[in-house]
Structure formats: structure tokens, C-alpha cells
């Protein structure tokens, strides 16, 4: 029997210090990211009850993957801190249906992730993997993302207020079911940054592939950076992060494309 979708967290007033709302925490970086260890300290900011299961290691790349070939160690670190051998995804299904089963989040938080997850990038996300995962769950998720310096770094200070700021607003929204919200933070700080809704944009034109090694029976690649179009629609989640604005977008786990739906059904009956 299906679960039903829970609806948005218990309804707050935005001027209490702490909201009686049960939070699970999580990334893809690892648990022991910078980005983590911000969304975390956010989190207990705001919230009385938080939880963190995240990987142990950095499963950036790994989408909506889980693991089934192989086992699941889980470490309890500390109370109410639990790190996986495993996905993002890994993680979210452990803490909903083992870790965290008689007491259920209210809402999942993934991230900070460390550099953005606009366009193609979603779905490539664990960051995003894991939020999808709660949205499956019926769950409300946020998944937070930084662009990062050229050194590789995310600006923590510049998302710690915008992240309390936007969660506090969703979190009085009227969720809409089966959807998630991808939000993106510029790496420097604009004084005249806007908050923009946004659309999944496009960018990827290719990758780079690098030739590691290579035998007489054996090439050995490792996939590069990837291409990306100079040329984006003033509505995407690209042309706000290049305009150094905030970018939400609403992702719905729905894969269907609607709008074909009646062609396909024409095409066939003919």
C-alpha cells in the first residue's frame, strides 16, 4: 500500500526561534563537508528536533543511484548523527525507513553542495538524488547549492542568511505535491542580488574526455569538464546564477511529458 504524500511542515510563525518541526540533514560531499556543517548549524537554528545522515565519503556524481550489490555500514558518530557507506540516496531510504522510522522527518534539507546544480547538472545531483528521494517519500525537500570560487570553495557566510530566509518562507508554503525545490547560490555577493524563480535551463554542449592510460588491450578515460553554451534563456537557473541572483527552481519528480501525451494516444489509435 502506497503512503500517503504528507503535506507542507507544520505551519510556523517566521518570528519564532525555534520551530517544532523534525528536520533530517544530509549532502553528497560527505559528512564531513563545509556545506553540511553549515545546513546543519542553519538547521539547528531554526528547528528544536535535527537529524544527519549523510555519506561517509563524497558521492558527488552518484544522481538518484542506491546501492544493492553490496552492504550499508552506518556509523553513529554522535546523537542523531549517523554517517553511510553509500549514496545520498542510500541514506535518505536508511533514515526514513530504519534510522529514523518511529519519529519520520518533517522535511528533508540537502546540501550545501559544493559548486551549483543548474541545467543537466540536476540530474547528474546527489544532492539533488537525496531530495528526490524524500519527494518520493512524500516528504517536502530543499536542496541548496553554491557556486564555488576558482579555488574550489563555497562562500558559507554569503548562503548562511539567504538559507534561513528561504526556508523560512517554504516552509509556510502550500507544497505542491511530488515536487522539490532545487535553490542555487551565487559564489560572491551581490549587493543588488534579487531571489528569482526560475525554470531547469540549458547548457551542456559535451565533455572533455581525458586519456588516463593506454595498453595494447587497454584505454584507460576519465570524463573532463563539460561544455557549456554562453547562450541561456533570461528565465533559466543559469542566467540568474550569471546575473550573481539567487536561483529557486521547482523540480517535480514526474518524469511524464504531459503534453504529448494526447499526440502519442493519436499516433497509436490511427
Known amino acids: ?14 518570528g519564532d526561534d525555534i520551530i517544532n518541526t523534525r528536520v533530517l540533514v544530509t ?22 528536533d535535527v537529524w544527519v545522515v549523510a555519506p561517509a565519503s563524497e ?7 542506491l546501492t544493492l550489490q553490496t552492504g550499508l555500514e552506518v556509523l553513529n558518530t554522535s546523537k542523531k548523527i549517523y554517517s553511510v557507506a553509500g549514496t545520498p540516496t542510500d541514506c535518505v531510504i536508511l533514515a526514513l ?9 518533517d522535511l528533508v534539507l540537502s546540501g550545501v553542495n559544493n559548486g ?54 517554504l516552509i509556510n508554503f502550500n507544497w505542491p505535491e511530488a515536487t522539490l525545490f532545487n535553490v542555487n547560490f551565487p559564489y560572491r555577493y551581490n549587493p543588488n542580488f534579487n531571489i528569482k524563480i526560475t525554470k531547469q535551463g540549458k547548457m551542456k554542449l559535451g565533455d572533455d574526455i581525458i586519456l588516463q592510460n593506454q595498453t595494447r588491450d587497454k584505454v584507460v578515460y576519465k570524463i573532463g569538464k563539460m561544455h557549456q553554451s554562453g547562450m541561456f534563456d533570461s528565465e533559466s537557473d543559469i542566467a540568474a546564477m550569471r546575473s550573481g541572483d539567487v ?8 518524469l511524464t511529458n504531459h503534453k ?7 499516433l497509436f489509435e490511427s
Open 1 to 14: 500500500m502506497n503512503k500517503p504524500v504528507k503535506s507542507a511542515p507544520r505551519q510556523a510563525n517566521i
Open 27 to 48: 549532502n553528497d560531499d560527505g559528512i564531513s563537508s563545509p556545506g553540511i556543517k553549515l545546513l546543519y548549524e542553519v538547521a539547528c537554528s531554526l528547528f528544536n
Open 59 to 65: 558521492q558527488s556524481g552518484k544522481g538518484h543511484s
Open 97 to 105: 525507513n530504519e534510522i529514523m522510522k518511529n519519529s519520520p522527518p
Open 116 to 169: 551549483y546544480n543548474l541545467c543537466e547538472d540536476t540530474t547528474y545531483s546527489g544532492t539533488i538524488g537525496a531530495a528526490i528521494e524524500a519527494t518520493i517519500a512524500g516528504i517536502p525537500a530543499i536542496a541548496f547549492s553554491q557556486e564555488t570560487s576558482e579555488q574550489g570553495k563555497i562562500d558559507c557566510k554569503l548562503a548562511e542568511g539567504l538559507i534561513k530566509r528561504i526556508i523560512n518562507k
Open 247 to 254: 536561483s529557486i527552481t521547482p523540480l517535480t519528480i514526474d
Open 260 to 266: 504529448e501525451l494526447d499526440n502519442l494516444k493519436t
